[in-house]
T-cell receptor, first 112, second 113 residues
Framework: SQQGEEDPQALSIQEGENATMNCSYK?????LQWYRQNSGRGLVHLIL?????REKHSGRLRVTLDTSKKSSSLLITASRAADTASYFC????????????FGAGTILRVKS | GAGVSQSPSNKVTEKGKDVELRCDPI?????LYWYRQSLGQGLEFLIY????????KSGLPSDRFSAERTGGSVSTLTIQRTQQEDSAVYLC???????????FGDGTRLSIL
């Protein structure tokens, strides 16, 4: 199975609610990154968290990293319809030659 | 331009034909990546160029796939004798030094009839 796996596969919430997406991985990592992809577009980098960091914030985004559990979560607070997109985690690990390995993504739908 | 540019944005071709996909990375970025994304799936790594080093071709699915990066800038991904299973979106990304965030183009949607 893939290095990074997100859950849930799909998430539907009302505007204003918080959205939480999770990512699990298998090997030791250098860093973990979250990306967003709008339909028909390329991926946009959201946030990078290094292996020695536990939490990072960027605007309405909060990312946590638990290296003991090999997991990360992305929290989007006060969601907006414009947050509707697919969200991917990607791990940078020495075992994979420092290439990013992407999970299959979480499809987020924010209803207005 | 300021971002990664890919062309064409869409390509429809017949099975057995060769196709060339182009990527213009962000100026000054030494690392360039090609990925393939099938419908509703994550990204499958294809190939990685870093500066003047030999490219990492470990993700290329068959010898029908090849890529070049000329002058450390523009890259072309070539698929020879296309098959229907090659249908996908091909995404290119670049990064400043191969260590941080990647910047993606909008991809080429390839359809093999």
């Amino acid at each position: 199975s893939q290095q990074g796996e997100e859950d849930p596969q799909a998430l539907s919430i009302q505007e204003g609610e918080n959205a939480t997406m999770n990512c699990s991985y298998k090997t030791s990592i250098n860093n973990l990154q979250w990306y967003r992809q709008n339909s028909g577009r390329g991926l946009v980098h959201l946030i990078l968290i290094r292996s020695n960091e536990r939490e990072k914030h960027s605007g309405r985004l909060r990312v946590t990293l638990d290296t003991s559990k090999k997991s990360s979560s992305l929290l989007i607070t006060a969601s907006r319809a414009a947050d509707t997109a697919s969200y991917f985690c990607a791990t940078d690990a020495r075992e994979y030659g420092n290439k990013l390995v992407f999970g299959a993504g979480t499809i987020l739908r924010v209803k207005s | 331009g300021a971002g990664v540019s890919q062309s064409p944005s869409n390509k429809v071709t017949e099975k057995g034909k060769d196709v060339e996909l182009r990527c213009d990375p962000i100026s000054g970025h030494t690392a360039l990546y090609w990925y393939r994304q099938s419908l509703g799936q994550g990204l499958e790594f294809l190939i990685y160029f870093q500066g003047n080093s030999a490219p990492d071709k470990s993700g290329l699915p068959s010898d029908r796939f090849s890529a070049e990066r000329t002058g450390g800038s523009v890259s072309t991904l070539t698929i020879q004798r296309t098959q229907q299973e090659d249908s996908a979106v091909y995404l290119c990304a670049s990064s400043l030094d191969g260590l941080g965030p990647q910047h993606f183009g909008d991809g080429t949607r390839l359809s093999i009839l």
